[in-house]
T-cell receptor
Framework: AQSVTQPDIHITVSEGASLELRCNYSYGATPYLFWYVQSPGQGLQLLLKYFSGDTLVQGIKGFEAEFKRSQSSFNLRKPSVHWSDAAEYFC??????????FGTGTRLKVLA | GAVVSQHPSRVICKSGTSVKIECRSLDFQATTMFWYRQFPKQSLMLMATSNEGSKATYEQGVEKDKFLINHASLTLSTLTVTSAHPEDSSFYICSRSGLAGVSYNEQFFGPGTRLTVL
């Protein structure tokens, strides 16, 4: 069955520290991969996406993600976290049917 | 700027009443739109795919008679929660797909509607 796993429900980092949020997927076909951020009570904002080509993709707000087909992963990274990055992060996958499967989300807390 | 809008952003209603939520595609005529439900501190769950001019396609376990979806025009889809009960309280988010080609696989999300049923 198709699935998306975000192993970390909660992550706490200090401001200025680096960040990596994990995302693993199980998909039979070539996946299209996305990372979204959601602040409390708000909708989803697209951080970045991968369709094809260079496996390291750059997004907004200084985020990047790397697609590793051999590991079925699409981990999100940021070299230096800001307090405003505290939010919920969702990984999502689709495969040509435009039907999304979302991960369960990772809640990021940033310590001052 | 925003490409999908939702109205209202928040609604509070009494148990047993019906509530309509509108989702508009602002920049593109969308033949297909999507409705999601998000419980507190949980992920988004697809409820249904809204198809312009035809019946919506509901996901397994979603009550068709409870959650009525109408996609009467290429820019507007509505979700009506009929005879709402407290367990229907949730955050409802709509989306539309991208343009033709590869971008068709990307969805653009509305800001969401917080429904509270008393």
């Amino acid at each position: 069955a198709q699935s998306v796993t975000q192993p970390d429900i909660h992550i706490t980092v200090s401001e200025g520290a680096s960040l990596e949020l994990r995302c693993n997927y199980s998909y039979g076909a070539t996946p299209y991969l996305f990372w979204y951020v959601q602040s409390p009570g708000q909708g989803l904002q697209l951080l970045l996406k991968y369709f094809s080509g260079d496996t390291l993709v750059q997004g907004i707000k200084g985020f990047e993600a790397e697609f590793k087909r051999s590991q079925s992963s699409f981990n999100l990274r940021k070299p230096s976290v800001h307090w405003s990055d505290a939010a919920e992060y969702f990984c999502a996958v689709t495969s040509g049917t435009y039907k999304y499967i979302f991960g369960t989300g990772t809640r990021l807390k940033v310590l001052a | 700027g925003a490409v999908v809008s939702q109205h209202p952003s928040r609604v509070i209603c009494k148990s047993g009443t019906s509530v309509k939520i509108e989702c508009r595609s602002l920049d593109f005529q969308a033949t297909t739109m999507f409705w999601y439900r998000q419980f507190p501190k949980q992920s988004l769950m697809l409820m249904a795919t809204s198809n312009e001019g035809s019946k919506a396609t509901y996901e397994q376990g979603v009550e068709k008679d409870k959650f009525l979806i109408n996609h009467a025009s290429l820019t507007l889809s509505t979700l009506t929660v009929t005879s709402a009960h407290p367990e229907d309280s949730s955050f409802y988010i709509c989306s539309r797909s991208g343009l033709a080609g590869v971008s068709y696989n990307e969805q653009f999300f509305g800001p969401g509607t917080r429904l509270t049923v008393l």
